[in-house]
């Protein structure tokens, strides 16, 4: 039987033969799977389909379908827009995948009775008049590497991530390329962290590999506190074993005897999977003493945050996972000189690890060869507010704003008018207009006063006034503020009560030249990252639309302060 | 001002709950007693995991629930209670029988999430972390993202998310959740069990 349950096949694997020997089965399984005679049910169950009810429409499909078809439980594909969807496969077809189903609709999708719900085929080829989902403008656009096995694998077997190529990388690594070879692969592709900061993660493994302590770890950063970011907690639902093999991969590489994933506690699905894909590694032997007959040792741990966004700057991350309030120190010295438990630590952001296992597998060349001069590759994006198609797509490194807005997320709703996109999360300021052409990667827009970032945006429009928007911004800092030094813990607040005053209608055309004192301070006195650039989102504000500030000073945008809030 | 005066003035609003509500501790001995460890600094890395587990299940973190996390990891109630108060999903005061939380990400910002928040703080008297006097409702502001932008503004009461609300509808839901749930979420409450979505 196609669907029987994994656990018992999954024996210990003692040498480089048994792995071979257990990816040619789990080949041969996912091959069988899909050009085999039986029909194939999967449902996308995500945290956004789960939302939607896709849990109920899965209980559905093994009640009704369970005697006729093989039902699989995969991940989203990152599609928000066509949840719940359900994939059919009927033999000697390719799979068809329908969107917006409700559990009423499912015995009637099977036997091929409401084509209209039908989005596309999965694969190039169109089948009838049904198209290729690849030709759909959502995916067209999208270059999908890291997360290319959303919506296709079961996340909770790691038989079908093994036939789809996971732990080939981690397999080279240990078998046929010296941790030199691999760093230099790392380097050559001139990876840049994706958490924010775009530093080069092969000068990172370098400098962790030299450093003199022995004992030493690395630990994946899938900490997403900023208010518009779930990029991680989708790669983690979708394939937790490609961020597994990069993390594993670092540790050997690194020769750090033990990796670690920090992930935010706010994410229980992403996190049961994580885990599940551990155990599953360990049962093969994967993890633990002497991988696969090579004598290295690797252990891992899976620790969960408590839903504070401070604790995405790398040593208040390690503060937290050493069980004490996540609140950053000054540096130097760095994580790799002194991280966790004052020994050498490897910090790198989710997406950044997934990204290894290909460019291992392919080479540091074929990644370079992605994207553009200075940054490489593909980035995970999530734009959200009032947008047609809402998801979370991977785009190639230098396609221009106007694209990714209009064509992949399909422009505005109806009855919405762009006014801005707040880029970097809480980190930057806003683009306008004028500036849809310039290209998404990592420089091109700290040249506007944009950023990267993490890759969540939001579009706001025409209804959304400015000053309301920036204090909103400011006061996500002001709360998120882990009050460690006095600039950031004091200077948020004034912020926060010079907006209100300009709000309420009672502020004067000084308090925008105190605004840009007060900030100067916080830029310049704060201790770690937050802090630094926590009042660039309302600089850039003021920059953008000086005219809605004036406009605000003069007639404020409140009609009155809101009683409760006057009290904070 | 006249408005927001008025609102106040008409509907009776119950004061925010502060009186004390106990945690079964043999549940919470029993939750944390697979935080084992082999080193002091395994022993540091586990709090914060056993604390969720307790938030978790109870919804809240009790002072002695807290002891007895202490206890088991051979650290000191104070350092427990140092995380609670400063990571935010810990709650350190009971929640109510439905729990409602309110996502106030940028997308629901920009799509109107903080007239959500002002509606319950008019209607219900209670703000971010409260509950209301009935041991009803309790809200928690989320300031991250509940991630399902698509359906912005979105709350997310008890185990079901809905979205987009307005105002109104968010009343309505909350009145619906109180009638119609009540009873079993009592026995729930009385079995000292609480689901988690």
Redesign the interface.
Known sequence: MVNAPMDSRLTRLESREDFLELRARAQSRWQNLWEGGQTVVSVGIG??SI??GALTVLDTCRAELGNVATIREVSGNGA??MEPWIEVRRPGEPPVVYGQIEPTDVVAVFNGECDDLAVGVRGDTPLGNIPSLNEHPFFKDQLQVISRNAGVIEPDSIEDAIARGAYDGYFKVLFELSAEEAIAEVTAANVRGRGGGGFPAGIKWESGRKARVTERYVVCNSH???????KD?HLHECDPHRILEGILIACIVCGAERGYNYI???Y?LAIRRFRQAVADAERLGLIGKNVLGTGKNVAF?V???????ICGEASAMMF???????QPRTKPPRSVEEGL?KRPTIANNTETLANIPDIIVNGGEWFAGLGTESSKGTKLM?V???LA???VVEVEMGMTLRQLLDNVFGGMAEGYTFKGV?TG??SAGPLTDQHLDIPVDFDSLGDVGGMLGSGGW????ES?NVV??AR??TA?NR??S?SKCVPCRLGNPALVEILDRIRFGRGTMDDLTLIQRTSKHIIELSLCGLGQVAPVPLLGMMEHFPDEFAHAVKYGTV??P???LAAD | MANAESAHVVLPVPAPYTGRQEIDLDIVRELVSHFTFDDFEEAQELILSALQEVNEHFGWVSPEAAQIVAQQLNTTVNRVFGLLTFYADFRTEPRGHHHMLICHGMACYVMGSQALVQEVQDRFGIDDGETTGDLQISIQVVNGCLGVCDKAPVVKIDDDYHGPVTPEELTSLLHRAVEGHGAMREERMSNGQRSHG
């Open positions: 945290s956004s939302a939607k928000f827009w997403e506190g900023e208010p518009n970011v779930y907690r935010g506690g706010e229980p741990r620790r969960t945050g408590g839903g504070a966004y937290s996972i050493m069980g004490v309030r996540g438990w999530t959200q507010g009032p198609r809402h998801g707040q999360g809480v939001v579009i706001f429009d959304v309301d928007f909103y911004l996500f709360y998120e882990c009609a009155a809101p009683l409760s």
